[in-house]
């Protein structure tokens, strides 16, 4: 089986700073759910702004679903990543006076290739997910500043979800949850992952959510810069 994510000694720094990242080798295959730990500073956002496209890596082969994204121009990542991937990113990154429903959609405005492999119009999809995470219909026409935290994580979780992408990314989504909401959000997360075929990379410090995960990565034992 192909990777869906394959790295080659990939490294980078940001201008003007220390190396943060170099990784020797790294693969994760279709269907896998990984956790990535790491201390904060570690460079766990980084690796996954890497992966998303959004940073480019100074040296080395970064390639996702055979794309070798070190090779491509700006443009063509932010091509790339609305296309292929869901990320959920820390802050969730909504647009706050937008519906429920309006940000979960919004993921299909700039991508023809995952309004393509929806199985349902836009918005029944959107109700759907929304619906499988557990967010209260009554919830889903108001403006999201007004849900909370939980709440909103919820739609976050939707918007990277819709479209089907192959890869999920999530960085730290639950950091503001106790344990229990914690454990019940990465559950209903799996399983739409399971459901449409997406393969899941998450990073937290979190260690009391490592038993969920198939897969435990340590970017401390993948990093072979020393950040001491």
């Known amino acids: 089986m192909a990777a869906l994510i394959d790295i080659t000694e990939l490294r980078f720094a940001w201008p003007d700073q ?37 940073q480019k890596a100074n040296q080395g082969r970064l390639a996702v679903l055979g794309q070798d994204l070190t090779r491509l121009g700006g443009h063509a990542r932010d091509r790339f ?21 309006e ?6 405005i700039f991508s023809r290739h995952k309004r393509s492999r929806l199985r349902a119009p836009a918005g029944a999809e959107a109700e759907r997910l929304l619906a499988e995470l557990q967010l209260p219909r009554g919830l889903w026409h108001k403006p999201v500043h007004n849900l909370s935290i939980g709440q909103q994580q ?31 959000f990465i559950e209903l997360l799996f399983t739409e992952c399971q459901q449409q075929d ?8 979190d260690p009391f959510l490592e038993p969920l995960f ?6 401390s034992e993948l990093n072979k810069v020393n950040l001491c």
Request: charged content about 15%; hydrophobic content about 45%.
């Open 81 to 101: 990543r609305a296309d292929h991937l869901g990320y959920i990113f820390q802050q969730f990154n909504l647009l706050p006076f937008l519906s429920v429903l």
């Open 18 to 54: 220390p190396e943060l990242l170099h990784i020797e080798q790294l693969s994760v295959y279709p269907g896998e759910r990984v956790f990535i730990k790491g201390p904060s500073g570690s460079g766990k956002s980084t690796l996954l702004g890497l992966l998303a496209g959004i």
């Open 154 to 184: 919820r739609v976050a979780a939707a918007r990277a979800l819709i479209g089907r992408p192959e890869l999920v990314i999530a960085d730290e989504p639950t950091s503001a949850l106790d344990t229990d909401n914690r454990a019940a």
């Open 198 to 205: 997406s393969t899941l990379v998450f990073v937290s410090h």
């Open 214 to 219: 198939s897969r435990v990565l340590s970017l």
């Open 103 to 108: 940000n979960v959609t919004s993921a299909l």
